[in-house]
């Protein structure tokens, strides 16, 4: 079975402070996703990458960047968290062609005071 | 860009009833793949179905079944004979042919009372 694993469940963190969220998959994936949840919104793209050193922003990046070093981890970063950042942010991998199902990790619920 | 709507926030019903789920999407593409994820009270998101644009064939797992009409832009998804344990959120989505990114609709929870 695929694993998407997230660093933390939750997490709570001050206004400014750098936040790091990490996402290991374990079946060589090409691609990995994150997005965060809201209520009303559902799943919103922040940013995804295709290969390692290779990014792409998705529907909302800003305030956001990512690191892809090596195939199986994608890091989410806050580099100054505030307050509209408080969410639950989900990670996802895909592997294979198109058309293939996300497989997701358990989510981090972030909360940013 | 690619769009998903699913108008109904929430619906609640009593167990063993039907209930269906709506997913209204939008896309440019010819080929495209339509998918309808859970997310149950624990978080994690669970897929369970996968469409691609050329199959319109109606799919039937159990108690669930889906619908899919090109004509109307529609996939939507009924639960037959509901149970406490569908209770949850479920979110349809949609990738186009030309990447692997997704766009999720805004989610419907649905809540199964004994």
């Known amino acids: 079975d695929v694993k998407v694993t997230q660093s933390s469940r939750y997490l709570v963190k001050r206004t400014g402070e750098k936040v790091f969220l990490e996402c290991v998959q374990d079946?060589?994936?090409?691609?990995m996703f994150w997005y965060r949840q809201d209520p009303g919104l559902g799943l919103r793209l922040i940013y995804f990458?295709?290969?390692?050193?290779?990014?792409e922003k998705g529907d909302i990046p800003e305030g956001y960047s990512v690191s892809r070093e090596k195939k199986e981890r994608f890091s989410l970063i806050l580099e100054s968290a505030s307050t509209n950042q408080t969410s639950m942010y989900l990670c996802?991998?895909?592997?294979?062609?198109?058309?293939?199902?996300?497989?997701f990790g358990p989510g981090t619920r972030l909360t940013v005071l | 860009a690619q769009k998903v709507t699913q108008a109904q926030t929430e619906i609640s019903v009593v167990e063993k009833e039907d209930v269906t789920l709506d997913c209204v999407y939008e896309?440019?593409?010819?080929?495209?793949?339509l998918f309808w994820y859970k997310q149950p009270p624990s978080g994690e998101l669970v897929f369970l179905i996968r469409?691609?644009?050329?199959?319109?064939q109606n799919e039937i797992s159990g108690r669930y079944s889906w619908n899919f009409q090109k004509s109307t832009s529609s996939f939507n998804f009924t639960i037959t004979a509901s149970q406490v344990v569908d209770s949850a959120v479920y979110f349809c989505?949609?990738?186009?042919?030309?990447?692997?990114?997704?766009?999720f609709g805004a989610g419907t929870r649905l809540t199964v009372k004994p």
């Open positions: 996802a991998s895909i592997g294979g062609g198109l058309g293939n199902e996300q497989f």
């Open positions: 079946m060589d994936h090409e691609n």
């Open positions: 990458s295709y290969d390692v050193k290779m990014k």
């Open positions: 896309t440019r593409d010819t080929t495209y793949y």
């Open positions: 469409r691609n644009s050329f199959d319109e």
């Open positions: 989505a949609l990738s186009e042919s030309n990447n692997n990114d997704m766009r």
